[in-house]
């Protein structure tokens, strides 16, 4: 009987004890909280630049160096640099005339296309139209690629300009979707506020 009752406390205290224990579920997967800047804008309107541009306060414009290991066709290329957000917006201008507008669309495609398509769950392009009548292609690729924003700008007779953004982390759409989201509305009013000269 005694050996019954000492099995019996042994068993009750095992379990006050740990009822007491704090006890760990496995946590899901989570990504850090990412704090936004407020919108705002400045001005890209430099001497000699056939073009200008609203870009957010928060970026940085560096002007593109380097090409694939060689240098740029002209000085006109430039990157809009989110260090925030390791990310990288690539501006590339070429002048129609120079070089055949024909091909020059045929190259934004390809870009958009066959570089991105073994990745790319799905492609999109839609035409864009600005308040200031410069015509031109929005690219949205959707899953986990390099770039899921891609333009192409135009007056079709002087003026070709291409952009891309980029983010200096493994492609994963979960972990940079809402970066991605925040990004694409200033790419958007890029866009929407150029002008040639």
Not at 12 to 19: A, H, K
Not at 34 to 43: A, L, N, T
Not at 68 to 93: C, G, H, L, T
Not at 133 to 157: C, K, V
């Amino acid at each position: 009987m005694s050996h019954l009752l000492k099995s019996l406390s042994l068993i009750c205290l095992i379990v006050l004890f740990g009822c007491n224990s704090d006890y760990t579920v496995g946590k899901k997967r989570g990504y850090f909280k990412i704090e936004f800047p407020e919108k705002s804008y400045r001005q890209f309107d430099q001497p000699g630049y056939p073009y200008s541009f609203e870009y957010p306060t928060y970026s940085n414009i560096i002007k593109d160096t380097a090409f694939f290991e060689s240098k740029p066709e002209n000085p006109w290329w430039i990157n809009i640099d989110f260090p925030q957000f390791a990310a990288r917006v690539y501006i590339s201008y070429k002048e129609i005339g120079k070089n055949k507008f024909d091909s020059l669309v045929n190259d934004a495609f390809k870009m958009s296309y066959k570089q991105h398509t073994y990745k790319a769950s799905a492609i999109e392009d839609s035409e864009i139209v600005t308040p200031n009548e410069i015509h031109g292609m929005y690219f949205t690729l959707m899953g986990n690629t390099a770039t899921a924003n891609q333009f192409f700008l135009t007056d079709s007779t002087k003026h070709f300009m291409r952009g891309a953004l980029y983010f200096a982390a493994t492609p994963n759409e979960d972990s940079i979707g809402i970066v991605n989201d925040f990004l694409k509305k200033d790419l958007f009013h890029l866009i929407n506020s150029l002008r040639w000269k």
